[in-house]
């Protein structure tokens, strides 16, 4: 089964993406630190 990783430890979340993909892969969250200094989401998504 392969996994897919998502940089959430927010089990809820979690849980949504397991559903949404039917268990079809496994879940895993990973924490990493990052910075958010842009002035829109755009911005801090580059």
């Known amino acids: 089964m392969e996994t897919i ?3 959430t430890t ?3 979340k979690l849980k949504q993406a397991e559903r ?3 268990d079809k892969f496994k879940i895993e969250g990973v ?3 990052t910075q958010e200094n842009g002035i829109t989401c755009e911005a ?3």
């Open 5 to 7: 990783y998502f940089a």
């Open 10 to 12: 927010n089990e809820a």
């Open 20 to 22: 949404s993909l039917d």
């Open 31 to 33: 924490s990493i630190e």
């Open 44 to 46: 801090n998504a580059r």
